[in-house]
């Protein structure tokens, strides 16, 4: 890995993304419209709004995020891009961490936008400090793009790699206590639960709604979503092949 | 003469089919290698070992004394694959400084590799907004940006401006006199006269090695199309027998 190909590989990236300001403002305008409609769906009921928007703001960076990943790197592999580039002195690391961070700052301007207007618009209300809220979203979004560069090894066209969103991101939505509090649900639920990263960013979340001060359960929940963050890029790296067929 | 490229029974697989099968050839510093034969001889394969991203089922590809793709001769070699290979989303400068970075060169770099393509005008352009001549022309400049020692060029002057070609030929036979190994495939005959040597192969095997001269003078013929077909039939009859 080399910092300065890191650095140009980062600036291409966002220089991609520069060009293509529909998909900027999807990313930052989508969460916020979600948002919005969470607030009006659950006009009149402020508790369970709080609950809601709050793990929600963790969730919409990962999906998102999740998604532009998968397609970006899927087309750095069908435009020839990626073996072209692995002729080059480019590390796995330097394309992997690329991303990561790439997305990653992109991530934190949506985490900040959706968690601001939730915070002074919408009156959402946190025991905890919005800032900590933000940083695990951001940890989320992070996550997602982990994630994203792992599944896009497995997808040949972009119409499996969409369909990977279903398979990663959907049970990890339904299993993270949002629907059903996990401690009610039945063993073998709670024991996948358990694997799954996203149980615990929303587990941070809720421990920052319900406390005023950062608790050591949010602490270790966010070390745990680094961990998984990491996992992911260390596989991400053994299945990118230098050579293929 | 030196020895830049040695490929030693080179056998490659894609999937159940044996696109390489025994595969030798040397290919000599600071000369233009033409690379000719059909499509799906194995051109594009050949190509993709030398650069190290093709999984090989056996044999050696030896690339200025080190293992073809090994992390040294990164620096010192040059690809352009068939169809463009550059970002769509970014402008042809954007494209050629970002290859032109990960070797620790500037923007001085990339655009002399623009001009060299003659794409210095539309450079500014989104690729995606380019014609087809225009984005090979930015993928070549990517692949010339380093000025490496070995430059591997797959169908580089496909649907260009026939002045433009012979442009781009002169540059070629430029890096050639400053001592690149180029290799560069066609299937365009009046370029293969071009070449200092030419190799073709046909169904992964290789069929011709020798000077463009040398090959006429043994088919006895002065077109190289009908040399071609002479060899090809000679070989044919070879194998048969």
């Known amino acids: 890995m080399s910092p300065r190909i890191l650095r140009s590989t980062i600036r291409r990236i966002i220089g991609q993304l520069r060009h293509d300001p529909r998909t900027i403002a999807m990313i930052v305008v989508v969460p916020v419209v979600l948002i919005t409609l969470l607030y009006f769906m659950f006009d009149g009921q402020e508790r369970v709004f709080d609950r809601i928007a709050l793990t929600m703001l963790g969730v919409f960076p990962f999906i998102i995020m999740f998604l532009i990943t998968s397609i970006a790197m899927l087309r750095e592999r069908t435009s020839g891009t990626l073996e072209r580039l692995f002729t080059t002195p480019v590390g796995k690391l330097d394309l992997l961490f690329g ?55 497995f997808a ?90 | 003469m030196e020895t830049a490229i040695e490929v030693r029974d080179l056998v490659v697989k894609r999937g159940k089919r ?34 190290g991203v093709q999984r090989v089922a056996s044999g050696t590809v030896t690339v200025l004394g080190e293992p073809a793709g090994s992390a040294p001769l990164r620096h010192k070699v040059g690809y352009l694959t068939q169809s463009p290979s550059v970002y769509n989303d970014l402008t042809g400068r954007e494209n050629a400084r970002y290859f032109a970075s990960l070797y620790g060169l500037g ?19 989104l690729v995606l907004n380019m014609s087809g001549g225009q984005q090979s022309r930015a993928s070549l400049a990517c692949a010339i940006v380093s000025r490496p020692e070995i430059l591997v060029l797959d169908e580089p002057t496909v649907g260009q401006d026939p002045v433009l070609r012979d442009e781009l030929w002169e540059r070629f036979r430029g890096f ?41 003078g043994s088919a006895g013929t002065d077109d190289l199309d009908q040399a071609f077909l002479n060899l090809i039939r000679a070989h044919e009859e070879k194998v048969a027998a």
């Open chain 1, 99 to 153: 991303y990561g961070v790439a997305f990653g700052a992109v991530a934190a301007v949506q985490a900040t936008v959706a968690s601001a207007v939730a915070h002074w618009v919408f009156d959402m209300r946190t025991a905890g400090s919005i800032w900590l809220v933000v940083v695990i979203a951001v940890a989320n979004a992070v996550l997602g793009v982990a994630l994203g560069l792992l599944c896009s090894a």
């Open chain 1, 156 to 245: 040949r066209t972009e119409f499996q790699a969409v369909q990977f969103m279903p398979v990663v991101a959907v049970p990890q939505l339904l299993l993270c206590g949002l629907f059903v509090a996990r401690d009610q649900m039945a063993g073998w639920l709670q024991a996948v639960s358990d694997v799954l990263p996203l149980s615990y960013s929303v587990e941070a979340l809720t421990e920052v709604g319900t406390h005023p001060d950062p608790t050591g359960t949010m602490w270790r929940d966010l070390l745990i979503v680094l961990g998984a963050v990491i996992l992911a890029l260390a596989l991400g790296a053994a299945t990118l092949r230098r050579r293929t067929a």
């Open chain 2, 107 to 125: 923007k001085a770099a990339a655009d002399e590799a623009l001009e060299a393509v003659g794409l210095l005008d539309a450079a500014d352009q």
């Open chain 2, 18 to 51: 044996i696109v390489l099968d025994g595969f030798d050839c040397a290919i000599h510093r600071g000369s233009i290698t033409g690379l000719l034969g059909p499509s799906g001889s194995g051109k594009t394969t050949l190509m993709r070992a030398i650069v």
């Open chain 2, 176 to 216: 050639a006199a400053d001592g690149a190994t180029v290799l560069v495939s066609s299937h365009v005959m009046d370029e293969a006269n071009r070449c200092d040597r030419l190799l073709l192969i046909r169904e992964g095997a290789l069929i011709a090695d020798d000077t463009p001269v040398a090959v006429k």
